[in-house]
């Protein structure tokens, strides 16, 4: 070859010299500097996707768990960028068994306001105030609807932990530990529920057992706002976990109290409690001994259990503060495909379930209910509210804001984007001061979503959306109010008459629409 034909292939490797150089370089996109070069594939594939799979791949509404509609949402709403969707749905309204349709009202005291980012800095709390009921010295008004739910350091990476927590602290948002317990990247500004499950990480003493001791020093050394006391969760309720000793890094090992290299097991039951009252004796305690709300976090099976817990509440005195109701189409780290796929109620069934529960024994008021299980896309959210929740808590919708790609690796170690990993250079991909911004963009999109939604039904707060405002369609067959297709009794789903007007006059600032001003014959 002459020396003028080395000129091309020279300039290709130098061009991707460049290229490698400046992914690795840059801060925004984990996946380019994980996979310098290489990871453009993806960033084409995105932006060329819509046309390929319209001939080639799978539709819109197609994927799961998430579809590429509601990924490129919650992408968009990160981002800030435009999360419209042109040309009206492209959902099967018409034939979708159980499509959700939301009611609007034509004239009221409330409208949205038109402006797309009008209400995104608009604080939507709680519409109960947490522990209030049971007196707990540290109740307070959660002051974000939206939260992050219980994910673990272990299960997730620590830029992708760090990324979360001080993504909490922008949006205001509780951070939930989940069961690995609390580690320092936990503690960047972003309040916390911490979790206790089986293994009772970070809070038991050599021998693996309970540590009262030690859970009043963690509490008392972090912004713990809330326990929540893992009894199940909806992708593998009864079975406890296990995190292989090749993760057990000498960093986890110290934050959960266990040893370094060795398989690392939570139990799939309490040793601290073995029946409801047993299990109400050591929330007592707990609340006694922080004087933090303490609530439970479970999926839905045998209603054995909630009724016995309605009926001892009832009868004792004694009580949860919190329920979290996590749907059978929730997430995990890995778990065996019969329990994600089979065990459990979803979400819509099984938390109607535990609300009727509580509803008919006249303790709703007194609970801050919960829920989670893809509840961080506005549609699902408003049905949970309606419903009776309080607050949903995100999962993977808060991974996917901080740059899950759906790659469904989790149980590998080996996530592309460094959020669900203990991979130090894939995890070290992950920016967490980038990346803490979008999670906090999407939780603002989110609220704000809900907030205009619940103006158009002329209310003040997602909370006050009732379960007659929503419609379940059966194809093009029937149609059902939610309230008689989840027997919901008048009043249920909503809030007290002093919550009520407790949150209608927090809102009384909230960015509202309008109307031009009324023309002189209007009022004539
Ligand atoms: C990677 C990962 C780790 C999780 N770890 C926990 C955990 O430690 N404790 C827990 O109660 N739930 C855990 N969950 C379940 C979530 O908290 C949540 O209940 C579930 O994913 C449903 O919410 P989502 O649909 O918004 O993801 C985990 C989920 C994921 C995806
Ligand atoms: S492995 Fe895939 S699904 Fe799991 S966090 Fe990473 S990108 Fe997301």
């Known amino acids: 070859m002459k020396a003028s034909g080395w000129a091309i292939p020279a300039a290709v490797v130098a061009g991707v010299a460049g290229v490698a150089a400046r992914d690795l370089r840059q801060r925004k996109h984990a996946l380019l500097r994980n996979f310098p070069v290489l990871g453009h594939a993806r960033y084409l594939l995105e932006a060329i996707g819509p046309e390929l799979r319209q001939y080639v791949v799978a539709g819109n509404d197609e994927e799961r768990p998430f579809s590429r509609d509601q990924r490129r949402w919650i992408y968009a709403s990160s981002k800030l960028e435009n999360n419209y969707f042109g040309f009206g749905t492209d959902n099967d309204v018409e034939h979708t068994e159980g499509y959700t349709i939301i009611k609007h009202r034509t004239f009221g005291d409330t409208a949205p306001p038109s402006h797309t980012h009008a209400g995104e800095e608009t604080p939507l709390p709680s519409a109960k105030v947490l522990g209030a009921a049971r007196g707990r010295p540290a109740a307070f008004r959660p002051e974000s609807l939206v939260n992050i739910s219980a994910m673990s350091f272990g299960s997730l990476s620590h830029t992708a932990i760090e990324a979360l927590n001080r993504g909490a602290a922008l949006a205001g948002c509780l951070h939930n530990t989940g069961e690995g317990g609390l580690s320092p990247y936990h503690r960047n500004g972003g309040e916390l529920v911490l979790q206790i499950g089986t293994g009772y990480f970070g809070c038991r003493d050599s021998r693996g057992r309970f540590d009262l001791q030690r859970l009043k020093d963690v509490v008392a050394g972090a912004p713990v706002r809330a326990i929540e006391v893992k009894l199940s969760q909806g992708a593998k309720p009864g079975l406890g976990g296990l995190l292989p000793g090749a993760k057990v890094t000498a960093e986890i090992a110290e934050i959960r109290g266990i040893e370094q290299g060795k398989d690392c097991v939570s139990p799939s039951r309490h040793a601290e409690f073995s029946d409801v009252d047993s299990l109400l004796d050591w929330i007592e305690l707990i609340a006694a001994e922080t004087g933090l709300p303490v609530g439970i976090k479970a999926a839905v099976g045998v209603m054995d259990f909630w009724e016995d817990l309605v009926a001892q509440m009832g009868s004792t005195g004694r009580g949860v503060d919190f329920v979290t109701v996590d749907g059978g189409e929730g997430g995990t780290g890995a778990a065996p495909m019969i329990f994600s796929d089979s065990v459990s109620l979803p979400f819509r069934f099984g938390f109607p379930r535990v609300y009727a529960a509580f509803a008919r024994a006249g303790l709703a008021d007194d609970v801050t209910f919960v829920g989670s299980g893809k509840l961080g896309l506005p549609?699902?959210?408003?049905?949970?509210?309606?419903?009776?929740?309080?607050?949903?808590?995100?999962?993977?919708?808060?991974?996917?804001?901080?740059?899950?790609?759906?790659?469904?690796?989790?149980?590998?170690?080996?996530?592309?984007?460094?959020?669900?990993?203990?991979?130090?250079?894939?995890?070290?991909?992950?920016?967490?001061?980038?990346?803490?911004?979008?999670?906090?963009?999407?939780?603002?999109?989110?609220?704000?979503?809900?907030?205009?939604?619940?103006?158009?039904?002329?209310?003040?707060?997602?909370?006050?959306?009732?379960?007659?405002?929503?419609?379940?369609?059966?194809?093009?067959?029937?149609?059902?109010?939610?309230?008689?297709?989840?027997?919901?009794?008048?009043?249920?789903?909503?809030?007290?008459?002093?919550d009520r007007a407790a949150i209608t006059a927090f809102m009384a600032g909230a960015p509202s629409g309008g109307s031009r001003p009324e023309s002189p014959t209007a009022t004539g």
């Open 379 to 498: 549609d699902n959210a408003v049905v949970a509210l309606a419903l009776g929740c309080d607050m949903v808590n995100v999962g993977r919708e808060a991974m996917l804001s901080i740059g899950c790609i759906q790659a469904q690796k989790c149980h590998t170690d080996t996530c592309p984007t460094g959020v669900a990993t203990q991979n130090r250079w894939l995890a070290h991909g992950l920016d967490p001061a980038l990346k803490s911004v979008r999670y906090a963009n999407y939780v603002k999109t989110l609220r704000r979503d809900l907030l205009k939604v619940s103006e158009t039904c002329g209310v003040v707060h997602p909370g006050l959306i009732d379960a007659g405002d929503i419609e379940i369609l059966f194809a093009q067959r029937e149609t059902l109010s939610l309230r008689e297709l989840v027997g919901y009794e008048p009043g249920w789903g909503g809030v007290s008459e002093g």
